[in-house]
Every structure is written in C-alpha cells, then in structure tokens.
T-cell receptor, first 116, second 115 residues
C-alpha cells in the first residue's frame, strides 16, 4: 500500500514569512498528487493538484507545489504567508493503475499557525 | 457550501444507542465516500460507493453500516459504538472513483462523540 509522510506536524510562522511544507510518498509508479486544506471549522478543500506536465503547479491563494519524482516529494510552498492561511494542510496521493487505482491516500496533516 | 451536505454536524451518543449520519451531494457525482478523521492520524477511507454499489469496505467494524439508496445520498448507520470511534466523519463525492485524476469534494463533517 502507498503511504504519505508529512514530517512537520505543526508549523508556526509570522506573517510575511515564507512557507514550505514537506510531503513524501512511497509509491514507485505513476502518481497523482494533491494538497488539500482545512480552515478552522470548514470543510476540506482542494488547494492544488498535479497529474502530469510541468512539475511546478500553482494553486489558489498563492500556493504552489513542486513534484520531484526522484525524491518522491511534492512540497507545498508560499513565498509570504498571511494570518488567513492558518489551517491544516493535507498531502494526498493516488495512482493510475493497480489494485489501488483511484484510492486516495492522505498524510497526517500539518497544522500551520500564522501570527499576525 | 461545497455541494456536499452532512447532517448532523455534531452528535453525542452512548455506546448502546443507534444513530445515523447523513450525506447528500448536489454535484451529479457518481461516487460517494465515508472517511474517518481522528486527531494526529491520516484520514482513513471507510467505504466507497459507485453508482449506489459498494465498491470498497476498508476493513471497517460491523458496528458501522453504510447505506446508499441513490447516487445523491449516503448514510452511515451507527450502533454499539466504542469511545475510540469518536472522530470527525467526512463524506465526499467525486465524478469517477476509478480514475486517478479523481478530485474529491468533501462535506463539512459530522463530529461524533461516543460516551
């Protein structure tokens, strides 16, 4: 089975600081990669996704992520965070083939707290 | 609103009670899911329904019983739960569960507390 690792459980930043959240996955085949975000009291929503093509993908609210296949990584970045970015961020992976086709595996999540 | 509505948002029940969680999607999707979200753990996939047929049961105890009467509605029937079942239960839907490019739309969740 696939696994997704998010090494940072809680990140605390001041506004305007740069952000990078790590995500590594275990599957060696073709993967699709996602970042979801859960703002306090709100539903999980898609932040960005990678299926193919340019490994640098841009999402909503100024977030971007880079797929590095050789490192099995899909790290999330934002050059300057805002207080409103305080939320929990989840990395997720699925594959295009095999017994786990379509099944979405999530990491444990990283809580981001941004101080104004 | 995401197009996926869950009720109730909060539920407190005793271990001998029987209750149900409800999920409704207005997106015209063909697949619906139940996930369990516990603190400090990855989201756990519980069940997947595609066109009202259960296509995955991820070794979930029988005290959780899903029901999908049509492609827009999904229930999770609960009975004789344990305190460790306390969690946020998330419903999600997607257009096609067997596609790798499968983007899920989540509801806000039902916060369950078992006393």
């Amino acid at each position: 089975a696939q696994s997704v690792s998010q090494h940072n459980h809680h990140v605390i930043l001041s506004e305007a600081a740069s952000l990078e959240l790590g995500c590594n996955y275990s599957y060696g085949g073709t993967v699709n990669l996602f970042w979801y975000v859960q703002y306090p009291g709100q539903h999980l929503q898609l932040l960005l996704k990678y299926f193919s093509g340019d490994p640098l993908v841009k999402g909503i609210k100024g977030f971007e992520a880079e797929f590095i296949k050789s490192k099995f990584s899909f790290n999330l970045r934002k050059p300057s965070v805002q207080w409103s970015d305080t939320a929990e961020y989840f990395c997720a992976v699925n594959s295009d083939r095999g017994s786990t086709l379509g099944r979405l595996y999530f990491g444990r999540g990283t809580q981001l707290t941004v101080w104004p | 609103e995401t197009g996926v509505t869950q009720t109730p948002r909060h539920l407190v029940m005793g271990m001998t009670n029987k209750k149900s969680l409800k999920c409704e999607q207005h997106l015209g999707h063909n697949a619906m899911y139940w996930y369990k979200q516990s603190a400090k753990k990855p989201l756990e996939l519980m069940f997947v329904y595609s066109l009202e047929e259960r296509v995955e049961n991820n070794s979930v105890p029988s005290r959780f019983s899903p029901e999908c009467p049509n492609s827009s509605h999904l229930f999770l029937h609960l009975h004789t739960l344990q305190p460790e079942d306390s969690a946020l239960y998330l419903c999600a839907s997607s257009q096609d569960w067997r596609s790798g490019a499968n983007v899920l739309t989540f509801g806000a969740g039902s916060r369950l507390t078992v006393l």
